[in-house]
Antibody, heavy 119, light 109 residues
Framework: EVQLVQSGAEVKKPGESLKISCKGS????????IAWVRQMPGKGLEWMGI????????RYSPSFQGQVTISADKSISTAYLQWSSLKASDTAMYYC????????????WGQGTLVTLSS | SYLLTQPPSVSVAPGKTARITCGGY??????VHWYQQKPGQAPLLVIY???DRPSGIPERFSGSNSGNTATLTVSRVEAGDEADYYC????????????FGGGTKLTVL
């Protein structure tokens, strides 16, 4: 059974750093892209970027380039999304999803990680 | 960048048919995927490549895509179908990225 399990909810202060994770199981982790998707409170889905754990090839949405870093550790089947300096506007739910690449769908999703910024 | 336009809301009575549209320039030349998101849950793939259903998705969910409009059709709507629905394509232009529509709230009256 394919599963993506994300790390737990976080409460942080503006300016702090953060790294959240997404662990894949039930499939060959290195053969599929992992996408990260943001959902701000009451809003729609926004694609942030993707990584191919097989060779760490990474692509970013122009909207998120330079704002976050996507990485992966294939030895433990885990992808990461990190911020070096959080902003209040980063408050959102963040989902990871398995992506077959290019025009293929996002066929399995993690349960989401809620990131809340509070001063 | 490529834009996808969805109506913010669609309402339908139980047992009737709901149609949710997704507009985009020449979208008929792209593969469209649809996701269902219920409150407090992660999105769920319900239609892929315009009209294919993943295992476990009821036959009541179907899709079509032609010209500048893709459509998700939910037949014999049930109360449990009430959710937000998002269309998605791959933008193969210079950006090479996943693009989502703004989402449509399906309300079952």
């Amino acid at each position: 059974e394919v599963q993506l399990v994300q790390s737990g909810a976080e409460v942080k202060k503006p300016g702090e750093s953060l790294k959240i994770s997404c662990k894949g199981s039930g499939y060959r982790f290195t053969s599929y892209w992992i996408a990260w998707v943001r959902q701000m409170p009451g809003k729609g889905l926004e694609w942030m970027g993707i990584i191919y754990p097989g060779d760490s090839d990474t692509r970013y949405s122009p909207s998120f380039q330079g704002q976050v870093t996507i990485s992966a550790d294939k030895s433990i089947s885990t992808a990461y999304l990190q911020w070096s300096s959080l902003k209040a506007s980063d408050t959102a739910m963040y989902y990871c999803a398995r992506h077959g690449g290019a025009a293929r769908p996002l066929d399995y999703w993690g349960q989401g990680t809620l990131v809340t910024l509070s001063s | 960048s490529y834009l996808l336009t969805q109506p913010p809301s669609v309402s339908v009575a139980p047992g009737k048919t709901a149609r949710i549209t997704c507009g985009g320039y020449n979208i008929g030349s792209k593969g469209v995927h649809w996701y269902q998101q219920k409150p407090g849950q992660a999105p769920l793939l319900v239609i892929y490549y315009d009209s294919d259903r993943p295992s476990g998705i009821p036959e009541r969910f179907s899709g079509s895509n032609s010209g500048n409009t893709a459509t998700l059709t939910v037949s014999r709507v049930e109360a449990g179908d009430e959710a937000d629905y998002y269309c998605q394509v791959w933008d193969s232009s210079s950006d090479h990225q996943v693009v989502f529509g703004g989402g449509t709230k399906l309300t079952v009256l």
